[in-house]
């Protein structure tokens, strides 16, 4: 790699605020000193994170902007090399600047703003002010606009159905039923996937205090019993002495398809709630009894997909019938194939049992799969950049980049419309990376050729910034200032008595460490 002359600029770090904000949980520091350790007050801190400050000099941080070699020779849209296998060109922020503004303006006059891709995971920062997704929109929304991708990877095929199921995503991403309506009026928790706190220990605006395995905890001692039903049985903590159900991946819409079965069949199941908050039973019952298809969905046909015993089936669906039974779903169940079809049929046993709405009944997706699930929504609103409004209206759902790249002007289905994916010539991704979290790399990568011009924001060399043509270096959260939000509750010393309250913190996250005098990346980059 060609080395660019370096400066001497860089930012002091700010010393007289010793708090520093994460996704996975607020930290204070020794001002100058770089060292970090899980800020008091938090009951269930993560187990990493000090070593982060020694990190900010590894060998793999990008130090100054760069740009792919035949691309910087060549121009745009040339097939002389290939993304992802080219040495890169360090060069200074002013020609970099210049390269990145100048294909903005080329793509835009030549193909118009429709052919421009915003792409942004939103996680490269807890804070509000850094956060990478809003700088982005904000950017394009001021130039004409962009092509952008909606919903998440998290929960896109639940956040897709439920509105046509409950009317609404509540108990998807908000809404869900409190802890306190859970702690000491379930008798039975059953978990579809588990709830892993190696998820719970994360949050999108932060996290100032980690208590979802308290909360669990006091379901145990309030009397509750735990089913954890997935193939891993470490997804369900060992204090909550849970009953491993290992069935197989991607079938727990059989196993709850039969279990809606047993409910029915041995009637089981409330009637007055069905026909009163329902529709659609009859249909729903003559699929099961195999009136549609010829196939009945009962325990034996369910154990023959799930690899569960039938006898065990039919003994969980007993159970839950005769306690007071919360269900839980992990966000992971959808990311799959008809991964939605679980959501479905959760909510479907959850009304056949009938304590929706009531304490101790219910269901909700995602307990464990970020922190504050089942915490009342916060009393302030998150403090956002504004965005403006974006002049084009076309967009992908989020998993479909490969697609889209590699099928422009090709049809597809998408909640019950056709749509046409855009013909993309310019990608800006700034926040997240897409090789980290798309589903086939193999097929990413060969769409990663298609477009003329790839430009990111990255702070290390990952496959991300590797495949890119343009890459500007970012500061990482222990080099900026921000503002972070993220919640706690407030609590008696009396156990299953406790007085449930919110409060929200609005913390200054401010960078522990000082950049080396040799970069020029200054700490309050613009570029982030």
Not at 96 to 125: K, M, P, Q, T
Request: proline share 5%.
């Amino acid at each position: 790699m060609t080395k660019a002359p370096k400066t001497t600029q860089h930012s002091e770090p700010s010393a007289g605020q010793r708090h520093v904000g994460t996704h996975w949980g607020f930290y204070t520091h020794d001002g100058l000193q770089g060292a970090i350790r899980p800020m008091a007050g938090d009951p269930d801190p993560v187990q990493f994170g000090g070593e982060l400050p020694a990190d900010r000099l590894a060998p793999c941080r990008i130090l100054k902007p760069a740009v792919r070699r035949s691309f910087l020779e060549n121009g745009p849209g040339n097939r002389a090399g290939r993304r992802g296998a080219e040495a890169f060109v360090e060069v200074s922020w002013e020609e970099a600047i210049e390269l990145v503004a100048g294909e903005i303006r080329r793509v835009r006059d030549e193909h118009g703003n429709g052919a421009i891709f915003s792409g942004s995971y939103g996680w490269s920062s807890a804070g509000r002010f850094h956060h990478a997704q809003s700088q982005l929109k904000r950017f394009f929304n001021m130039n004409g606009g962009s092509v952008r991708s909606v919903q998440t990877y998290s929960y896109a095929a639940g956040e897709v159905i439920l509105p046509h199921v409950i009317g609404s995503t509540d108990g998807l991403i908000s809404g869900h039923s409190p802890w306190s309506q859970i702690v000491g009026h379930a008798d039975l928790i059953v978990m579809f996937g588990g709830t892993p706190l190696r998820n719970a220990q994360v949050n999108a605006g932060g996290v100032s205090r980690h208590e979802t395995r308290q909360y669990l905890l006091d379901c145990k001692e309030a009397g509750a019993h735990f089913v954890n039903i997935g193939p891993v049985r470490d997804d369900a903590a060992s204090e909550l002495d849970a009953q491993w159900m290992a069935l197989r991946p991607g079938t727990d819409a059989a196993l709850l398809l039969a279990i809606a079965h047993v409910l029915i069949q041995e009637d089981r199941h409330d009637a007055a709630f069905v026909e009163r908050y329902t529709v659609g039973f009859e249909t729903l019952r003559d699929y099961l009894f195999g009136k549609v298809d010829g196939v009945v969905k009962d325990v034996a046909w369910a154990a023959g997909i799930t690899g569960l015993e039938a006898q065990d089936i039919l003994t969980l669906a007993r159970t839950m019938a005769s306690k007071k039974t919360f269900i839980m779903m992990a966000w992971a169940l959808q990311r799959a194939d008809h991964g939605e079809q679980a959501y479905w049929a959760a909510i479907a046993v959850a009304s056949l049992l009938g304590r929706i709405g009531l304490p101790g009944g219910g269901f909700g997706f995602g307990y464990a799969s970020i922190s504050g699930i089942g915490q009342p929504a916060p009393a302030v609103k998150w403090p956002s950049l504004p965005q403006g409004q974006n002049a084009i209206s076309d967009y992908i759902p989020v998993a479909r980049i490969a697609d889209m790249l590699l099928s422009p002007g090709a049809e597809y289905d998408y909640n019950g419309k056709k749509r046409i994916y855009p013909d993309i010539r310019l990608i800006y991704w700034a926040g997240g990376n897409p090789f980290h979290h798309h589903q086939d790399l193999h097929r990413l990568v060969e769409a990663w050729q298609k477009p003329e011009t790839i430009i990111v924001h990255e702070h290390w060399w990952n496959a991300n910034a590797r495949h890119a043509d343009i890459v500007l270096p970012a500061a990482t959260f222990l080099e900026r200032d921000d503002w972070l939000p993220a919640a706690a509750r407030v609590f008696s010393d009396i156990r299953h008595t406790r007085q449930h309250h919110l409060r929200t913190y609005c913390r200054i996250t401010r960078s522990c460490v000082a950049l080396p005098k040799s970069w020029g990346l200054k700490r309050r980059s613009r570029m982030d």
